[in-house]
Antibody, heavy 120, light 106 residues
Framework: QLQLQQSGPGLVKPSQTLSLTCAISGDSVSGNVASWNWIRQSPSRGLEWLGRTYYRSKWSNDYSVSVKSRITVNPDTSKNQFSLQLRSVTPEDTAVYYC??????????WGQGTLVTVSS | DIQMTQSPSSLSASVGDRVTITCRAS??????LAWHQQRPGEVPQLLIY???TLQSGVPSRFSGSGSGTDFTLTISSLQPEDVATYYCQKYDAAPLTFGGGTKVEI
């Protein structure tokens, strides 16, 4: 059974970097079928897909245009996990952040969510 | 990027009613359309994929239809446990865009 365990701070100061990690059990971050995604949810933006990392003979990433200049999603094969870094955050980045697995693009499993508040 | 538009944004119906939610893509996406259910305070869960295929364990009162740009989620007989917000999501290619959601109340 797939489990996605999120970790990271719930409070980040404006202009700093939001960092979250998603530990995977029951699947491999290096698998050739799944992609590993970050999604956020806020009252103003609804559900917003942020980006993903996946392995198909080599590592690749896709990012939302809305955050492309500020985001990095990285795999960590040694720990079977992946991470989100969102730089130069503002209060508009306050949201519940989810990691999620997608199979052939279909999001089929969500992490438990982490509320991240951007405030000084 | 392809935009996903859901309607209505909210609805209220009675137990036993038939409920229909629509999702429209700004360009054709074949049948690469999923529906997710998010009950209050919970994590979203996959309900339907490939426009009409029920995820394992989903009650048969849920059904999906459509292809190309127009899709529908139907609850044939609304139950109290169906109170939730429903989101469509396209997955033909990145970005994996969601619709704005439809809040279903009783």
């Amino acid at each position: 059974q797939l489990q996605l365990q999120q970790s990271g701070p719930g409070l980040v100061k404006p202009s700093q970097t939001l960092s979250l990690t998603c530990a995977i059990s029951g699947d491999s971050v290096s698998g050739n079928v799944a992609s590993w995604n970050w999604i956020r949810q806020s009252p103003s933006r609804g559900l917003e897909w942020l980006g993903r990392t996946y392995y198909r003979s080599k590592w690749s990433n896709d990012y939302s245009v809305s955050v492309k200049s500020r985001i990095t999603v990285n795999p960590d094969t040694s720990k079977n996990q992946f991470s989100l870094q969102l730089r130069s955050v503002t209060p508009e980045d306050t949201a519940v952040y989810y990691c999620a697995r997608a199979t052939r693009g279909l999001i089929d499993y969500w992490g438990q969510g982490t509320l991240v508040t951007v405030s000084s | 990027d392809i935009q996903m538009t859901q309607s209505p944004s909210s609805l209220s119906a009675s137990v036993g009613d038939r409920v229909t939610i629509t999702c429209r893509a700004s360009q054709g996406i074949g049948n690469s359309l999923a529906w997710h259910q998010q009950r209050p305070g919970e994590v979203p869960q996959l309900l339907i994929y490939a426009a009409s295929t029920l995820q394992s364990g989903v009650p048969s009162r849920f059904s999906g239809s459509g292809s190309g740009t127009d899709f529908t989620l139907t609850i044939s007989s609304l139950q109290p446990e169906d109170v939730a917000t429903y989101y469509c999501q396209k997955y033909d290619a990145a970005p994996l865009t969601f619709g704005g959601g439809t809040k279903v109340e009783i």
